[in-house]
């Protein structure tokens, strides 16, 4: 684990933070129990306390672009019946706006402030060492994911776009759906697509169960296929 590791914005050149970066490697064997390697895990997390009331508007998945985000982050080629598994897949419904009750400037706003602030450290930390001091000649594929923790989901509510329901306590861990423009660290204009994990502290355990199916899978394709380059 990384506390607070600083990385330089490239858009005001000042230097930024995130709260946290954590990584974990998982070994994979080959099915006699040879080591093959480890595929490592990082999030990018930033910690929120959500003190207001905050709505957001939830549509279909970019199914499309969420296939492609999988198939780029990981060692997987192609979308089949055991990589539709992966927890970006499992589920149609994304959250794609939001707005809290203050109705503050933009910048202001807590998920805004989160994540600019994970999606930014992931594109500056994403190629660099591994976190976790042992011989990176081990380390097969690193996927990377953006974490948002929220202290709970008392004060989040959704409401699907085109529905004329109120809006409704949310209760389980879910993903925003973000077509992230930026400079990258060669200060060329990019545009990517990225799903942020929306996390409530008292549902970790859940989130990372999620993680560890997405390992699985990933572990099972490096298993049958002998494909160890790197990501």
Same mark, same amino acid.
Do not use: M, W
């Given at each position: 684990v990384l506390i607070s590791p600083y990385y330089n914005d490239n858009v005001s050149d000042k230097p930024r933070e995130i709260d946290l970066i954590a990584e974990k490697a998982f070994d994979i064997k080959r099915l006699n129990g040879d080591f093959i390697g480890t595929v490592n895990v990082k999030l990018f997390i930033e910690c929120k306390y959500i003190p207001q009331k905050i709505v957001f508007w939830f549509y279909n998945k970019?199914?499309? =672009?969420? &296939?492609?985000?999988? @198939? =780029?982050?990981?060692?997987? =080629?192609?979308? +089949?019946? %055991?990589?539709? $598994? %992966? %927890? /970006?897949?499992? +589920? $149609?419904? #994304?959250?794609?706006?939001?707005?809290?009750?203050? =109705? !503050?400037?933009? &910048?202001? &706003?807590?998920? /805004?402030?989160? @994540?600019? !602030?994970?999606? +930014?450290? @992931? #594109? /500056? /930390?994403?190629?660099?060492?591994?976190?976790?001091? !042992? +011989?990176t000649q081990f380390i097969k594929s690193t996927v990377n994911y953006p974490v948002i923790i929220c202290n709970d989901f008392n004060n989040l509510y959704r409401v699907d776009i085109g529905s004329s329901d109120e809006p409704a306590i949310i209760n389980d861990n879910f993903q925003l759906e973000v077509n992230y423009a930026y400079l990258d660290l060669s200060n060329k204009h990019s545009n990517e697509y990225f799903l942020i994990d929306i996390v409530s502290y008292d549902k970790i355990d859940a989130f990372l169960d999620d993680l560890q199916t997405d390992i699985n899978i990933v572990g099972f394709f490096l298993q049958h296929t002998g494909l160890l380059s790197k990501t």
């Open positions: 970019d199914r499309v =672009k969420a &296939e492609h985000l999988v @198939l =780029k982050t990981t060692s997987l =080629k192609e979308i +089949n019946i %055991h990589t539709k $598994d %992966h %927890h /970006y897949l499992r +589920n $149609d419904s #994304v959250a794609k706006l939001f707005a809290d009750e203050k =109705k !503050q400037k933009t &910048e202001n &706003e807590i998920f /805004y402030k989160a @994540l600019t !602030q994970s999606l +930014n450290s @992931l #594109v /500056y /930390y994403r190629g660099s060492k591994s976190v976790i001091p !042992q +011989n």
